[in-house]
């Protein structure tokens, strides 16, 4: 049978990968521990983070990307809390629901765990869950306390507006979500606008200055964690694209189809489609 993977990055951190699409990270403090992220709700990732702990949990969002939220119905009676720009985001005109967890996995499971899209989509929860959630609003230099250990919240607008990093310095970890992982999506804006990258450039340089704070980013898809480096391969990108010095162009890759530039290990979908 198909199972998430649990896998302990550092002391009282695990990784939960969901079936290889998407990634969540359960982290304990002295008296609580905390989910970042709650996958797109296949199978009960919450039972998979309480065989790790026993402490009662929170939940952390980095985005309201469905594919981030969509497990959330299994933690109603959760505090839980996410930046209030990201209250209504969707991706792609997808919600919270089975019908883009069916999309999802039909679109990313032949990329990402081909082989095992039919076990998947028996994965889908029947009945329709309801995932609409209430939440506490975090902002830039929140900071969450899970019993001597801290996360500092770290605003991060560019993939979504209301996008949070949260810094853990006890393990020198940044939890990056979609802000930083090895393939980043910025949607396509009228006319071709440059703001968003703007905006996304901005972004990365607040999160390299703190680079003395951390040295690893987990992040929220494929390998759990990777070097720090790869901000400043994303830095040097959105300069380029921005100064003229680096083009991109269109191309249709797996499931993603828009405009796209690569600098060192870093790969930005700038006007993105699908
Ligand atoms: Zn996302």
Not at 13 to 27: D, K, P, Q, S, Y
Not at 83 to 109: H, L, T
Not at 208 to 218: G, K, M
Request: some cysteine; overall charge negative.
């Amino acid at each position: 049978m198909l199972r998430q993977t649990i896998t302990e990055i550092a002391g009282g951190t695990w990784c939960i990968n969901e079936f290889n699409l998407v990634n969540a990270f359960v982290v304990e403090g002295d008296k609580r521990a905390a989910i970042i992220d709650t996958g797109c709700g296949l199978g009960d990732i919450r039972k998979v983070a309480e065989s790790v702990t026993e402490k009662p949990l929170s939940v952390f969002l980095t985005h309201s990307h469905p594919d981030h939220t969509g497990g959330i119905y299994h933690f109603k009676d959760c505090s839980i809390y996410m930046n209030d720009e990201d209250a209504s985001a969707e991706i792609f005109g997808f919600k919270r629901d089975n019908e883009f967890r069916k999309n999802y996995v039909k679109s990313r499971g032949p990329v990402r765990n081909p082989g095992h899209v039919e076990e998947m989509l028996s994965l889908i929860p029947s009945p329709e869950p309801d995932c609409e959630f209430s939440f506490l609003s975090i902002d830039d230099g929140s900071v969450l306390d899970l019993g001597n250990r801290t996360f500092e919240c770290i605003h991060t607008p560019g993939h979504t507006e209301g996008s949070i990093c949260f810094l853990d310095t006890s393990r020198r970890i940044l939890f990056s979500g979609d802000t930083v992982n090895n393939s980043i999506i910025l949607s396509r804006q009228k006319d071709n606008n440059t703001s968003l990258i703007e905006k996304y450039h901005k972004t990365l340089a607040k999160l390299w200055e703190r680079q003395t704070d951390f040295d690893v980013l987990a992040i929220g898809h494929e390998t759990a964690v990777i070097d720090k480096a790869l901000i400043h391969d994303y830095l040097r990108l959105t300069e380029g694209l921005l100064d003229g010095t680096i083009k991109g162009g269109y191309e249709e890759k797996g499931f993603r189809k828009g405009d796209v530039a690569r600098f060192g290990k870093a790969e930005l979908w700038y006007q993105c489609d699908q």
